[in-house]
């Protein structure tokens, strides 16, 4: 099971190093309107992950990145900010 935590346009949050960005390159973000941010659940009995998704002006996803863990929650949520 997997939850949206949160969406932004920021692209320093699409390419800023973790906790407080996704590490996407320029060349993606420049392409990017959105990052959506999504993470499994805690009471999943799997590895946890987070994951980042870029979608262009058309609305399609053209790029994902997924990580173990949820380091990230803390860094995008105050992007959000």
């Given at each position: 099971?997997?939850?949206?935590?949160?969406?932004?346009?920021?692209?320093?949050?699409?390419?800023?190093?973790?906790?407080?960005?996704?590490?996407?390159?320029?060349?993606?973000?420049?392409?990017?309107?959105r990052m959506e941010h999504?993470?499994?659940?805690?009471?999943?009995?799997?590895?946890?992950?987070?994951?980042?998704?870029?979608?262009?002006?058309?609305?399609?996803?053209?790029?994902?990145?997924?990580?173990q863990a949820h380091k990230?929650?803390?860094?995008l949520m105050r992007a959000?900010?």
């Amino acid at each position: 099971m997997s939850r949206k935590v949160s969406e932004t346009t920021d692209t320093s949050a699409m390419t800023g190093p973790a906790p407080e960005g996704a590490g996407f390159s320029q060349k993606w973000a420049a392409k990017a309107v959105r990052m959506e941010h999504w993470e499994s659940s805690f009471d999943d009995h799997s590895d946890d992950w987070s994951e980042f998704r870029l979608f262009d002006t058309a609305g399609n996803l053209f790029s994902v990145k997924r990580v173990q863990a949820h380091k990230y929650r803390s860094g995008l949520m105050r992007a959000q900010s």
